[in-house]
């Protein structure tokens, strides 16, 4: 007896509908939350950088991606998650651009539009391939069937023929505003296109992209940079684009992981158990000496802003001999040294920083000490809207694109075309923003500070831990003399050769030509 499937979905039925089309659109969204949010995006972004290295979790369970090991290949799985994720992404983007001009019964605009927000995607996740892999395998049509052979197309031609014209039709197609909040938009192609040009040195275009997104009108910053962290307004004026997460556990999956890696364990603290507010520490990264010398506390918000170094007791217990309640400080961080005798005379863990190298303190009241357990907590991506204590699966939106990186985007380009008064002049609106009370003049930079360090600098005091520093590193030409100077644990190992990650080996293992698809040098 043959079987007759009335009920089984396939591209070439399901695609050709209005309804279809927009579903398989949808699909092709799904892998940014394999990657924003993840624990191996992390590590293959904000790690192995001049501004974070290894924690007590990170140097534990995966030390290899921060240290440049020569342990870290082809066979570790955190490059492969990242490959496999992104070319499911790219297949069902090829699939949707070349089936949607077939679709009956959807106008020009809306066909234009599904292809643009397509394209848009595709453009992203090859971005994301070239800068991490070198030259990669590319083609813009859908895989259909078995397909083993595989090519590496030189970087220059995926961004020629895939990622430029790909984001310059999503600028012509996509409208300013979606219809749905998380959908690609014209501004967000925009920002993403003068992030594709700065890091082709193509700096008109980079600033000429980034200021159309400023010049729209359609964003404003934040009025206090910490508000940008508040769970309660991930939907605000400074999101160009944003990649969504959700309290229904049903469709979030395992959700933004982020509140997870970013924590010292203040639960070794006597008059501390863990909690949803505080969060459950992981304890994976853990800023350098650099990130937390980085920032002017006199005058500049954004350390606080970015920071959590103040907990709570939420139990009693006893520091230092004094009886310490719920609501009585437990721990205190600061960035300056600290005398002993202060340390032991508060009813507190008042843990200080002397600028030695985080990762080889002893003394557990100490930026770096217990095993490198004590650093402040990057309190962008903490959660204290989780469902339990131990729960992972967290719901904040991850913030992809904001408007103040557009205008360090469009200063940095001008910058590079020699207009360092243009190049302040952006830098400075981030500046004010971040100025604390009454210290507005005091933040604003003079056409003579700027210089690649200094866009290095602020984009770290901006930035930290959003999924920008390894990109930007490496797209400077200072990724080894950043890594030398600011990371000790990668100075150890790292050379050339890590510009780039190793192939995955089973995209090496299972591809039919293996002459034609080597692995990165030196892996």
Not at 129 to 155: I, K, N, S, W
Not at 209 to 227: G, P
Not at 443 to 471: I, N, P
Request: proline share 5%.
């Amino acid at each position: 007896m043959e079987e007759n499937p009335v009920g089984l979905a396939t591209a070439e039925s399901y695609y050709t509908t209005p309804k279809g089309i927009e579903d398989g659109l949808k699909a092709a969204y799904t892998p940014l939350r394999g990657f924003y949010g993840r624990q191996e995006a992390y590590f293959l972004t904000v790690t192995g950088t001049d501004m974070y290295t290894n924690g007590f979790g990170g140097a534990t369970n995966i030390p290899d991606i921060n240290n440049y090991s020569p342990n870290f290949l082809g066979s570790h799985p955190y490059v492969r998650v990242i490959w496999d994720n992104f070319y499911v992404g790219i297949n069902q983007t090829n699939a949707i651009i070349s089936r949607a001009p077939q679709v009956q019964g959807i106008n020009e605009a809306t066909r234009s539009r599904i292809v643009a927000e397509a394209r848009f995607l595709r453009a992203l996740y090859y971005f994301h391939l070239v800068r991490q892999f070198g030259d990669v395998h590319f083609t813009l049509e859908e895989t259909q069937g078995v397909e083993t052979e595989a090519r590496r197309t030189p970087v220059a031609t995926v961004y020629q023929e895939g990622i430029v014209p790909d984001l310059q039709y999503a600028v012509s197609n996509l409208p300013a505003k979606a219809q749905e909040y998380g959908r690609a938009t014209k501004h967000a192609a925009e920002g993403l296109l003068a992030s594709v040009q700065l890091t082709l040195g193509n700096w008109a275009e980079a600033e000429k992209m980034a200021s159309a997104v400023i010049n729209s009108n359609d964003f404003q910053l934040v009025k206090n940079y910490i508000d940008l962290w508040d769970i309660n307004n991930d939907v605000n004026s400074e999101v160009i684009w944003s990649v969504q997460y959700t309290d229904d556990p049903l469709t979030n999956g395992p959700g933004n992981e982020g509140h997870l890696y970013f924590q010292f364990d203040y639960t070794r603290n006597p008059a501390m158990i863990r909690d949803i507010e505080n969060g459950r520490p992981f304890q994976r990264f853990m800023p350098t000496n650099y990130t937390l010398k980085l920032f002017d506390l006199s005058k500049d918000s954004r350390f606080d802003g970015s920071f959590k170094t103040v907990w709570i007791a939420n139990r009693e217990g006893t520091i230092n001999g004094k009886k310490v309640v719920p609501g009585d400080t437990a721990i205190k961080i600061v960035l300056n040294p600290v005398s002993d005798a202060v340390q032991k005379s508060v009813p507190y863990w008042l843990i200080d920083f002397n600028d030695k190298w985080v990762a080889a303190v002893t003394d557990p009241l100490e930026i770096g000490g217990a095993s490198r357990r004590q650093f402040p907590t990057l309190r962008k991506y903490l959660d204290p809207l989780r469902t339990s204590v131990n729960a992972t699966d967290g719901r904040r939106d991850f913030l992809v694109m904001r408007l103040a990186e557009m205008y360090l985007i469009a200063g940095e380009a001008a910058f590079k075309q020699g207009n360092n008064a243009k190049a302040a002049e952006y830098v400075n609106v981030v500046r004010t923003r971040a100025a604390l009370p009454g210290k507005v003049a005091d933040m604003q930079v003079k056409a003579t500070d700027m210089s690649q360090d200094f866009f290095l600098d602020e984009r770290g005091r901006e930035l930290a831990g959003e999924m920008h520093r390894w990109y930007d590193i490496k797209r400077s030409g200072k990724f080894i003399e950043r890594l030398m100077k600011y990371n000790l644990d990668a100075a150890e190992n790292v050379k050339a050769t890590h510009i780039v990650r190793p192939i995955p080996q089973t995209q090496i293992d299972r591809v039919s030509n293996p002459g034609d698809f080597l692995q990165n040098p030196g892996y």
